[in-house]
């Protein structure tokens, strides 16, 4: 019986010694792999970033209308020669190894407008004005830089060269019509960045391996003689305790980790048997749940303190949060996708709003509401970094149906009246208020105005140096069905994407001075303010919606003083 302990033991460790080197093998092999591939990523990112800003700079440099001049007379002159030096200075200056312009004269030939050499090119390598060179349609990219007029985002690998492999990025020559009448390459040797990654994957790997390795065998020793056979007495006592006796005391020698470990056990074992009637009756009170908050608003102390009508009146700032287009997504998910999408943009967006104060009162299809008690600089600012962190991770494709996906946020304050609604059997907090119906309001129509966060002039005033500190415009006023108030709402775009933050910045002043001739029913002036909107951003869907509102009212000048100026009614 002895005999057979011993191999028992032995085999145990035989087992642990092999599970060990497996998983060192397997983390060693995991870690070489994501470093690899995160080297790669990241330089290859590098490359194609500075290429892309080089070729956008190239083509900067280069006149559409003048490009096509020259790839038709064949003639230089002296801005053609300005040109082909500012395109040397840059392929000195920068870690590229050719850049050149090209026009696609036929589906097989391409025709050299510009290039560019150093000290070491040979003079016969150089493409001169009017030289022309085989075009392989099979190579994408020049195809999509004419056809979208935007620089590709990727490299594309063209051709082996005596510095290894290329990668080139394209950028399109622009005439004053906005069409891509050319193309400008930028030639990247990427031959030595696989060799480079490799080296260093290796050497990392070798003394990962042998680190776990080593580390694991000396854990084994420790396991063996100081862990498996106290642990399998305690495991006894567990299991004792798993068939239902409570109170089981497992023995207690020495005094390590896992004696403590046993002391710790057995007062456990003792409390449980002790609380268990205890839990039996605060899991009929955990039913009627309420958030924590919502326990001090009200002054109870506890959850088993809430009673059915309990209410309190108090300020409180609002904010309303919706995924646009909700419906439609759901249309094309089966359901088991579409709880996990939800989750996930709740995963992401739930934690940037309660990190700054923010209650989650209620969740419901696509979106939820939630209150803070502190200011409302708080809620503005979550809301920000919501939209900022959206952004980033739709930007990186790292969100299902990530073209159609898009928030909408509406940020409100005032007195709130909070109460608990439900029956006997299930309770639920609830807030009422005109404030609640404005934040609800605004986020059902931000995608009305291409905006992400829309705030009312209340919520506005209570924040110090809201007119200094953040990025907006005066959208309108709205109407207040119920009182008869009237407020003014604002969008703030410091969330929204580069593209069209920078168009409302730079369209801000004209689109406000016609929100305020609008206000004053001119509505002739306002209308010519909107088209100057427009010209310049010609997706500004507010400037839009006034647009065609002043084309209806501008020539009804008798009737002026009975037109409703509010833009929106709540």
């Keep these: 019986r002895k005999e057979m302990r011993m191999k028992l033991k032995f085999g145990l460790r035989a087992r642990f010694i092999l599970i060990f080197l497996v998983f060192s093998v397997i983390i060693s092999a995991a870690s070489g792999y994501i470093t690899q591939k995160k080297y790669e990523a990241t330089i290859l990112k590098q490359y194609e970033d500075n290429a ?63 290039d560019t050499w150093d000290e070491n090119t040979p003079k016969d390598s150089i493409g001169r004005l009017g030289g022309r060179e085989p075009y392989n349609p099979e190579y994408k990219g020049i195809a999509n830089a004419l056809e979208t007029g935007k620089t590709n985002d990727k490299f594309e690998i063209t051709e082996i060269t005596r510095f290894g492999y290329n990668a080139t990025i394209y950028a399109p020559v622009l005439n004053s019509m906005g069409k891509a009448v050319g193309v400008v390459g930028i030639d990247v040797a990427m031959n030595n960045i696989k060799s480079t990654v490799n080296e260093a994957v290796t050497g990392l790997l070798s003394v990962m391996l042998l680190i776990i390795t080593l580390c694991f065998l000396a854990l084994l020793v420790v396991v063996q003689t100081e862990f498996i056979h106290p642990v399998r007495v305690l495991k006894d006592c567990v299991q004792e305790m798993a068939n239902g006796k409570l109170g089981v005391q497992a023995p207690v020698k020495g005094n390590n980790e896992i004696s403590e470990i046993s002391r710790i056990f057995n007062r456990m074992s003792f409390n449980i048997s002790v609380h268990m009637q205890e839990i039996t009756g605060l899991n009929d009170g955990y039913h009627k749940f309420v958030p924590l908050e919502v326990f001090k608003i009200l002054q109870k102390t506890d959850i088993t303190q809430i009673r059915l009508g309990d209410y309190k009146e108090t300020v409180l700032s609002i904010l309303s949060m919706q995924i646009n287009n909700f419906d439609k997504i759901t249309e094309m998910k089966e359901s088991k996708k579409l709880f996990a999408y939800i989750n996930q943009i709740y995963s992401e967006t739930v934690p940037g709003i309660q990190k700054r104060g923010g209650v989650i009162g209620e969740y419901y299809k696509g979106g939820f509401s939630a209150f803070y008690q502190s200011s409302c600089q708080d809620v503005l600012d979550s809301a920000i970094i919501v939209c900022q962190h959206m952004n980033k ?164 000048e008798e009737d002026a003083q009975e037109i409703q100026i509010c833009i929106e009614e709540c």
């Design 52 to 114: 892309i800003q080089t070729a956008n700079l190239a083509a900067s440099f280069i006149d559409g209308d003048k490009f096509d001049e020259y790839a038709a007379t064949l003639q230089k002159d002296e801005a053609y020669e300005i040109t082909q030096e500012n395109l040397n200075r840059i392929r000195r200056t920068q870690d590229v190894v050719f850049i050149y312009a090209l026009k696609v004269i036929s589906d097989t030939e391409t025709l050299y407008v510009f």
């Design 393 to 556: 991770l739709k930007k990186q494709g790292e969100i299902e149906e990530s073209e159609r996906f898009s928030l909408a946020f509406g940020i409100s304050h005032g007195s709130v009246m909070l109460g608990i609604v439900g029956n006997d059997d299930r309770f639920s907090s609830s807030l009422i208020s005109e404030q609640i119906t404005a934040s609800e309001y605004l986020k059902t129509i931000a995608w009305k105005y291409r905006a992400l966060i829309l705030i009312t002039g209340t919520a506005a005033e209570q924040i110090p140096g809201f007119e200094q500190q953040y990025s907006h415009r005066l959208l309108g006023m709205m109407y207040f069905k119920t009182t008869g108030k009237r407020e003014r709402f604002y969008d703030v775009y410091d969330g929204d994407p580069s593209e069209d933050r920078e168009m409302k910045e730079l369209t801000k002043e004209k689109f406000e001075e016609g929100v305020k001739k609008f206000l004053a029913r001119e509505f002739y002036e306002a209308r010519l303010c909107f088209i100057e909107v427009l010209k310049l951003y010609r997706l500004d869907y507010a400037a839009r919606e006034y647009l065609y509102l002043c084309n209806q009212y501008y020539q009804m």
